[in-house]
């Protein structure tokens, strides 16, 4: 079987000039934009899409399916699902986007996708508190510590969670009111924190929407590699959006939302039923986990 591509005809040069006409035609249309910005976003925007289209000889049918494709995006987009966010998460949009907002700065904690489901004003816990607030899965006891890039500890950082359960579904997949595993604290005066969280487990991204058929007709697996979401903020410090993830999951290698990044890849240990939790809580003889993060934040504006 001859696996070598078809060359394409050659386009005569003037054909490509009439096309090229239509770019520049329209490249001009923003130069009167007043905002600079606008202008360079747009015009950028313009001169790719149009290289796309060229370079890809792309058919009128194409097109079409495409704008098809784009609608029912629009379509199953609602308060509650984000499938814009999705579609840019599985093509690498928004971790390009995240890798040229967090540039490395010493030895701050990496960045890494925000995912389409946090929710505002989360329920706050105390230190030591849990956050499952009855969503099922296995206890995990989360520790560890806040501190700006020189070492200093960081009081009073607001430390948002939030994680899915052992079924795979955030609190917003349900469909009724119920806000859980997910919640927010506070460093203490030392920078340090403390929770009760749950151990995370792989799942599907949703896959029943336009996303997910896309996924399916490229040969893509939805699957994300299991981990435990984290937003970080404190004043004159560079808000920080990651995950950790497990080590020894086999999807962290492809993570469909390329999130996975070597320094934020975290012993979870396993704790036999029985074994003293570092609060005295009893579990019910339930088995548990532990993993410590050590947060370090980036000066602002970095």
């Known amino acids: 079987m001859n696996d070598t591509p078809t060359p394409r005809t050659p386009v005569p040069a003037e054909q490509q000039e009439r096309e090229e006409q239509i770019t520049r035609q329209v490249l001009a249309s923003f130069d009167d934009c007043a905002d600079p910005r606008l202008c360079e976003i747009m015009q950028s925007l ?3 899409l149009h290289a796309f289209v060229r370079e890809v000889r792309l058919t009128e049918g194409e097109w079409s399916k495409g704008i098809e494709f784009l609608t029912r995006t629009g ?17 690498g949009a928004s971790m390009q986007t995240v890798a040229v907002n967090n540039e490395a700065y010493g030895d701050a904690t990496e960045a890494t996708v925000f995912g389409p489901f946090f929710v505002d004003n989360s329920p706050e816990i105390a230190q030591g508190g849990d956050l499952a607030f009855g969503a099922a899965g296995e206890p995990c006891w989360v520790e560890g510590s806040v501190t700006d890039s020189a070492g200093k ?3 009073g950082a607001r430390i948002e969670v939030w994680e899915a359960d052992e079924d795979g ?25 403390r929770f009760w969280g749950l151990t995370p487990t792989p799942y599907p991204i ?10 399916a007709a490229t040969g ?7 981990h435990l979401h984290f937003m970080v903020s404190a004043p004159a410090l560079r808000t920080l959006v990651t995950h950790i993830f497990v080590r020894g999951d086999e999807l962290l290698d492809r993570d469909s939302v390329f999130g996975v990044k070597e320094s934020l890849v975290k012993d979870f240990v396993a704790q036999p039923a029985g074994t003293p939790t570092p609060d005295g809580r009893d579990l019910g003889g339930r088995s548990w986990s532990r993993v410590r993060f050590d947060i370090v934040l980036a000066p602002d504006g970095t």
């Not at 308060?79 to 093509?91: G, K, P, T």
């Not at 917003?172 to 030392?190: E, I, K, N, P, V």
């Not at 893509?220 to 299991?226: G, I, N, T, V």
């Open 46 to 48: 313009v001169h790719h």
């Open 75 to 91: 379509n199953i987009t609602d308060e509650r699902r984000q499938e814009f966010i999705l579609l840019s998460d599985v093509l």
């Open 153 to 155: 500890p960081v009081a």
């Open 169 to 193: 579904f955030y609190d917003t997949q349900y469909g009724d009111d119920r806000m859980a595993a997910r919640a927010h604290l506070f460093s203490d005066a030392d920078g340090r924190y």
């Open 206 to 215: 949703p896959h029943d929407g336009p996303v997910g058929a896309l996924l």
């Open 220 to 226: 893509r697996s939805p699957m994300r590699a299991s």
